[in-house]
């Protein structure tokens, strides 16, 4: 793995497919170290950097909050690949209740929009009444 430092911020950012402040952030966190500022001249990040925050980018797509990537983060220095899985695990069960919640709202939703589709266009809507009903 290259250490080198040779990115500028702007490098490194357009180098992981993020903006300068999601690097700043990452970096408020503690997600990201933040390069010592040379005398003369701007701090520079190195391929190592890029891999980091692309790593974030990843588990973040797959549903990690950033506490939970910072786990994964130490799990993969310990090569600790159960540790590793049982996070996986319970993020799936997560992820398969937050889908369930969505396809009852997609019911609801389709439930509704059938609704206005035969009412009466002189009487109120189903959808309004829905959100003021007190059920």
Do not use: W
């Not at 170290?33 to 790593?55: C, L, M, N, T």
């Amino acid at each position: 793995m290259n250490h080198k430092h040779t990115l500028s911020i702007g490098g490194l950012a357009q180098a992981a497919g993020v903006n300068v402040e999601t690097i700043r952030y990452y970096q408020r966190v503690g997600m990201l170290v933040q390069p010592d500022k040379p005398v003369q001249g701007a701090r520079r990040y190195s391929e190592h950097d890029v891999k980091q925050i692309r790593f974030i980018k990843r588990a973040q797509a797959l549903g990690f909050t950033l506490s939970e990537v910072a786990e994964l983060f130490l799990l993969g220095n310990a090569s600790a690949c159960r540790e590793t899985q049982a996070l996986a695990e319970i993020k799936l069960e997560c992820i398969g209740a937050r889908i369930n919640d969505l396809i009852k709202i997609q019911n609801t939703l389709l439930q509704l929009v059938a609704r206005c589709s035969v009412t009466d266009q002189s009487t109120n809507c189903p959808i309004i009444e829905a959100l003021v009903s007190d059920e």
